[in-house]
């Protein structure tokens, strides 16, 4: 068993859509959970980054963690073309540098 | 605020067969680590650096893999030899802070490797 799972996907939507991407994990002893964002041929890109339970919103994007449930949850809100990447998401535990990547989710928005 | 370097940005080579890649993290990034993106798959710490001393080789396949990071800057990572299951994306990463934290990471673009 894998360590994060994470649906590969893809996934296409209409632009203007909810885009819902999660990710399931086993390691009880991660608190901090990130996601990536990963254009064609880039490195990925930090695009919320959560310590322990709870919900994070910045701008169109809303991140929820549920530690009771090992699953974490990145929201798109008014989905744009531009969204349109592979979303990682990671995680580590506490003074714990090393990051468990997701497998990511390849996204498409249609205009 | 310029971004992680690295080169090249393709490479084929040939099984058994030597390559390298180059980066340079951003100025004044104490940590840098070298990533392996394996296509569908998230990326795998190969190694990790604090200034030129290796905090983290545990996932690095030693007999024909390595790294340096002389003077606490830039890095090169070798393959020598090369073999097919080595096909995949190398990248660099960099964060401003000490071992032990869990700091943001900088990517750079990465090098894709083809290995025939």
């Known amino acids: 068993q894998k360590e994060v799972e994470q649906d590969p996907g893809p996934l296409s939507v209409p632009e203007g859509a909810i885009v819902s991407l999660n990710c399931t994990y086993s390691?009880?002893?991660?608190?901090?959970f990130m996601w990536y964002r990963q254009y064609s041929r880039k490195g990925p890109e930090l695009l919320m980054y959560?310590?322990?339970?709870g919900n994070k919103e910045d701008g169109r994007f809303t991140a929820q963690v549920d530690k009771s449930s090992k699953y974490i949850s990145l929201f798109i809100r008014d989905s744009q073309p531009s969204d349109s990447a592979t979303y990682l998401c990671?995680?580590?535990?506490?003074?714990?540098?090393?990051?468990?990547f997701g497998a990511g989710t390849t996204v498409t928005v249609r205009a | 605020e310029a971004g992680v370097a690295q080169s090249p940005r393709y490479k084929i080579i040939e099984k058994r067969q030597s390559v390298a890649f180059w980066c340079n993290p951003i100025?004044?990034?104490?940590?840098l680590y070298w990533y392996q993106q394996i296509l569908g798959q998230g990326p795998k710490l190969l190694i990790q650096f604090q200034n030129n001393g290796v905090v983290d080789d545990s996932q690095l396949p030693k007999d024909r893999f390595s790294a340096e990071r002389l003077k606490g800057v830039d890095s090169t990572l070798k393959i020598q030899p090369a073999k097919l299951e080595d096909s995949a994306v190398y990248l660099c990463?960099?964060?401003?802070?000490?071992?032990?934290?869990?700091?943001?990471?900088?990517f750079g673009s990465g090098t894709q490797l083809s290995v025939l």
């Open positions: 100025s004044g990034h104490a940590t």
């Open positions: 990671a995680m580590s535990a506490s003074g714990d540098y090393k990051l468990s």
């Open positions: 990463a960099s964060s401003l802070v000490a071992y032990g934290t869990n700091e943001k990471l900088f």
């Open positions: 959560t310590y322990s339970s």
């Open positions: 390691n009880s002893a991660f608190q901090y």
